[in-house]
């Protein structure tokens, strides 16, 4: 029975029930992209306004997915992530049926709620799963999530605008039924992992750390006013600052913390994974929405021909991807990843309005190998410095600081193509990716120092 259960554990239907959750969240942000015009006319409201459902599942994504993987960590990795299904089958139910605009906001909040289980509890039960077997996560198993957010992003706004043709704008919210209910069917047979952050004698409340949420939600939404703001205001800031400082103080004084800050401080490269990924995420997020509005707005390229152009990028990320992530060799995933950036770095440099499209296809392949490795890398990398009893919460983690990257590119993009997007103020950004790729070169030294160290303790 055991060899039974142990051999349906490592079935590709383990890893569909997964995939199909993880890839939810990308797949309903892109998904609208497609369909927002037909919506917005649907309510006879602008695209202006409309917006706002982009930004309320990435809002609340952004402080969602630490808290299901925080949940997941302390309770049920299995259970958060059905939980996670439940919602997203009534928030489809709810984008169905809205009588209006409001009621879509609403729809998409709980959306962002529910698709933000799927990634943290993966995680936790892919590894709780390994652990149990003595075995470590193969590189491949973890390369398998980290891709399909990829494929997500790729398929999403082609779904989507099949979906809207067919069914209208509410075919965006339909699909999410029966995506749902396999989902939930595959994931029968998915064990129920005791979970390894019980705490004895320590209180429901106490373990779920509500205040500890609330002050890390409270930083998070000021932090985003703080980044998406057309103007600085130090007021927000300071807010910022404040609620930074005072979440490290409640955190360090809890048995039971929602974020471990004092794990985070006797395990400095836990955090510096944090800060890479940031970085990463910056530079990659940069070149994949500058580059399009560059090709249109320079070289005068339409949109149909713009995605044409930027299919090698993401195909490239997919296939290198699934490559690297057999590799071991953490510090040459993350060496390699570097150097990638700053060639992705170069090549936009010597773009220009004369550039031949061969080329933009090559500095397009070199962007998407930038994106694939970097992508496994910093997962593999935080997989290995997480600890097994709060590998929900750090996934969960992993994708805020990714989303607090995504979003200072995008503020950094309409600040230099607010007067209009010109060659030198597509240069511009290139020279400011300059910045976060010397950094990521720095954060290498650490990197090979401690992986160097670890190797001789183990020789030893």
């Known amino acids: 029975m055991v060899a039974q259960t142990e051999q349906e554990n490592t079935s590709p239907r383990f890893m ?44 609340t994504s952004t402080i969602a997915q630490p808290l299901m993987g925080r949940l997941a960590d302390i309770f049920s990795a299995k259970k958060i992530n059905l939980l996670g ?18 009621w879509l906001i609403i729809s998409r909040i709980i959306l962002g709620l529910g698709t933000s289980a799927a990634y943290p509890s993966a995680m936790a039960l892919i590894n709780r799963k390994y652990a149990e077997m003595n075995q470590e996560v193969p590189g491949d198993v973890l390369g398998i999530i980290a891709i399909s957010g990829q494929v997500s992003m790729i398929l999403g706004p082609v779904l989507g605008g099949f979906l809207t043709q067919w069914l209208g704008w509410r075919g965006i919210f339909y699909i999410n039924i029966p995506w749902v209910l396999i989902a939930v069917y595959l994931s029968l047979i998915i064990p129920d992992y005791p979970s390894v952050n019980n705490k004895q004698g320590i209180s429901f409340f106490k373990r779920l750390d509500v205040p500890g949420i609330l002050i890390f939600s409270a930083f998070l939404l000021s932090l985003l006013f703080v980044l998406t703001n057309d103007t600085f205001s130090w007021l927000l800031f300071l807010a910022s600052v404040i609620l930074l400082v005072l979440l490290v103080f409640w955190e360090r004084s809890q048995e039971a913390p929602f974020i471990d800050v004092r794990l985070l401080q006797t395990e400095p490269a836990l955090l510096l994974v944090y800060f890479r990924t940031l970085a990463t995420n910056y530079v990659l997020y940069q070149m994949l929405y500058g580059l399009p509005q560059w090709l249109e707005g320079v070289k005068n390229i339409s949109p149909a021909q713009t995605g044409l152009l930027m ?103 309409k600040i230099h193509f607010h007067g209009g997007i010109t060659d030198p103020s597509f240069h511009q950004l290139a020279l400011n990716m300059l910045y976060p790729c010397a950094a990521l070169a720095i954060l290498l030294i650490p990197l090979w120092l401690r992986l160097k160290r670890n190797k001789n303790q183990f020789a030893g």
Do not use: H
């Open 16 to 59: 569909l029930a997964l995939v199909m959750g993880t890839m939810m969240n990308p797949l309903n942000s892109t998904m609208l992209a497609t369909a927002l015009f037909a919506l917005c006319n649907s309510f006879k409201i602008s695209i202006g306004q409309g917006a706002i459902l982009i930004t309320a599942l990435y809002v």
């Open 311 to 413: 299919v090698p990028d993401s195909v490239v990320a997919i296939v290198v991807g699934l490559l690297i992530s057999k590799s071991k060799n953490l510090f040459g995933q993350n060496f390699i990843g570097v150097l990638l950036m700053f060639a992705s770095a170069a090549g936009w440099l010597m773009l220009n309005i004369d550039s031949a499209i061969f080329f933009i296809v090559m500095v397009c392949v070199v962007i998407g190998l930038a994106e694939g490795v970097n992508l496994i890398a910093n997962q593999a990398l935080l997989n290995r410095e997480a600890p097994l009893a709060q590998k929900g919460v750090s996934f969960g983690l992993f994708r805020t600081f990714g989303y607090i990257g995504a979003i200072i590119s995008s503020s950094q993009l």
């Open 85 to 102: 299904f439940v919602l997203v089958f009534i928030a489809a139910g709810i984008g169905i049926i809205a009588p209006n605009f409001s």
